[in-house]
């Protein structure tokens, strides 16, 4: 069984550019959240979505979006960029929310 | 104050030690897990549990409700055990504690 895939796994930005990050879950798994970990906050939530709905969103500004499609697989966008954007871009994928995660390798981006 | 709090933040063991890293939470949760990263990023979920202990290989995890406090203990420490451990708690959302970053030198 494929584990949880995120591309791409590393990327170079500009500020003020747009980006676009993908995680494709476990085969079955209808939740996907999203986290972002830099050395400073250490790991934080995102948002997470369960059937193509947002179930739950965390301290972020609205340059900071997602979504899910019917298969599952989740995008996140991230516009605008700042230098503090740059960071580790983890996301996890479960059967149904609060059950057993399972994470990613990541989307390191850096932001210039 | 940190809603999660992780102790201690590094560790240093020789190898064949038992090691203990602590976690104390201050919100309502409904299930806690114990999470280990290596150097690259990639993290591998260990142990998620809503009350009393579970064991896998090496590793035992455990979990006081009314104390809010879980400890994750590994057995027999080995240099491949070297990693970051994460505690993250859920109530509405999953929070997550600063890690512990564990050395085991051979």
């Known amino acids: 069984k494929a584990g949880v895939t995120q591309t791409p796994r590393y990327l170079i930005k500009t500020r003020g550019q747009q980006v676009t990050l993908s995680c494709s879950p476990i085969?079955?798994?209808?939740?996907v959240s999203w986290y972002q970990q830099t050395p400073g906050q250490g790991l934080q939530f995102l948002f997470e979505?369960?059937?193509?709905?947002?179930?739950n969103k965390g301290n972020f500004p609205g340059r900071f979006s997602g979504r899910q499609f019917s298969n599952s697989r989740s995008e996140m966008n991230v516009s605008t960029l700042e230098l503090g954007d740059s960071a580790l871009y983890l996301c996890?994928?479960?059967?149904?929310?609060?059950?057993?995660?399972?994470f990613g390798q990541g989307t390191r981006l850096t932001v210039v | 104050k940190n809603e999660v709090e992780q102790s201690p933040q590094n560790l240093t063991a020789q190898e064949g030690e038992f090691i203990t890293i602590n976690c104390s939470y201050s919100?309502?949760?409904?299930?806690l897990h114990w999470l280990q990263q290596h150097p690259g990023g990639g993290i591998v979920s260990l142990f998620m549990?809503?009350?009393g202990k579970k064991k896998h290989g090496r590793l035992i995890a455990t979990i006081n409700i009314q104390e809010k406090h879980s400890s994750l203990h590994i057995t027999a420490s080995h240099p491949r055990d070297s990693a970051v451990y994460i505690c993250?708690?859920?109530?509405?959302?999953?929070?997550f504690g600063k890690g512990t970053k564990l050395t085991v030198n051979p």
């Open positions: 919100v309502g949760i409904s299930a």
């Open positions: 085969s079955g798994h209808r939740s």
């Open positions: 996890a994928s479960s059967q149904y929310p609060n059950t057993e995660a399972f």
């Open positions: 979505y369960f059937s193509e709905t947002q179930r």
């Open positions: 993250a708690v859920r109530s509405e959302k999953l929070v």
């Open positions: 549990l809503s009350s």
